[in-house]
C-alpha cells in the first residue's frame, strides 16, 4: 500500500526525544506513516542519512526508534559505497522515506553521484511518501537557505525540484533564516516558497501545497513570495494541530 498519490511531507521536525530509546518518531513522522495508508502489517520505512555521512550513531538511533515504534526498517547508505545493489527499487519497496538533516549540499552532490534523485523521483511518482526535516525538506524544493558552507547561511538553488517552490527551514530558530530567506525570494535567486517554524511539516500533493501541520502550538508556516519593488510579501499560514 502506498499513498494515493504523489506525497510529500517536508518538516522543520519529526522525531522528538525518546522515553526508552534516545529519540522517537513525533506527530509529524506519525502523519507521515498515516499518509502511506499502511493495514495489516508493519509499515515500512526507509532512513536516508546522506547528510552526515550515514553516522552510524544516527542510522542506529533510527533503528532503536523504529523497533520501539514496530516498524519495518531499513536504511539507504552511500559511504563508502551503496549498501544496497539497486537504490530505485529499494526505494520504490519502502511505504515512507525519511531523510535525516545536515549537508543539504553534500547531501545533493552525493545524491547526483549515484542517481539517489532519479530514483526518489520514482519513487515518490509511485506513492511512497516522502518525509524528511531541515536538509530532509529542502532537498525536495528547488532551493532554500542553507549552512552546510558555515555558519554565515548562504542560497541553495540546486534541489531536486519535485515541488516548484523555495522552502525556508528553522525559520523561527536560527536568526539569520527569515530574512536571507526574505531577500533571496525578493532579488529572485529563490522562486516563490514556504517557510516553516521548527515543530512545522508542509504537505504536498503533487506539485500542490495542501496544508501546513504542527507538532507544537503556537507555530506557523508562511508562504514568501516577490513583492513590489524588489521586497518580499510574507504571509503567515497557521497549520493545523496534529
Not at 526508534?65 to 545493489?85: D, T, Y
Not at 515541488?163 to 528553522?170: I, R, Y
Request: aromatic fraction near 8%.
Amino acid at each position: 500500500m502506498t499513498a494515493d498519490a504523489a506525497t510529500i511531507l517536508a518538516n522543520s521536525g519529526g522525531v522528538v526525544l525518546g522515553r526508552r530509546t534516545r529519540w522517537e518518531f513525533g506527530p509529524l513522522s506519525e502523519f507521515a506513516l498515516e499518509l502511506a495508508g499502511v493495514d495489516g502489517r508493519a509499515p515500512r520505512i526507509c532512513l536516508v542519512a546522506t547528510a552526515v555521512g550515514d553516522d552510524p550513531f544516527v542510522l542506529a538511533s533510527f533503528y532503536a526508534a523504529a523497533q520501539a515504534r514496530g516498524l519495518s526498517a531499513s536504511h539507504l547508505a552511500l559511504f563508502p559505497m551503496p549498501n544496497v545493489e539497486d537504490i530505485a527499487a529499494h526505494l520504490l519497496s519502502q511505504d515512507v522515506v525519511f531523510v535525516w538533516g545536515g549537508s543539504v549540499a553534500g547531501l545533493l552532490a552525493m545524491w547526483e553521484l549515484h542517481g539517489v534523485g532519479d530514483a526518489m523521483r520514482a519513487a515518490w511518482r509511485a506513492g511512497v511518501v516522502l518525509t524528511g526535516s531541515s536538509a530532509g525538506s529542502l532537498c525536495w524544493h528547488v532551493g532554500g537557505t542553507t549552512d552546510s558552507f558555515g555558519p554565515q547561511l548562504r542560497p541553495i538553488t540546486d534541489g531536486l525540484a519535485l515541488v516548484p517552490f523555495s522552502n525556508g527551514v528553522h525559520y523561527d530558530g536560527e536568526s539569520q533564516r527569515r530574512p536571507l530567506y526574505q531577500a533571496l525570494v525578493a532579488d529572485g535567486t529563490l522562486p516563490r516558497g514556504y517557510a516553516t517554524d521548527d515543530g512545522v511539516g508542509l504537505l504536498y500533493r503533487g506539485t500542490e501545497f495542501v496544508e501546513a501541520v504542527a507538532e507544537q502550538d503556537g507555530k506557523g508556516a508562511y508562504v514568501v513570495e516577490p513583492g513590489p519593488d524588489g521586497t518580499a510579501v510574507e504571509t503567515r499560514i497557521e497549520p493545523r494541530r496534529l
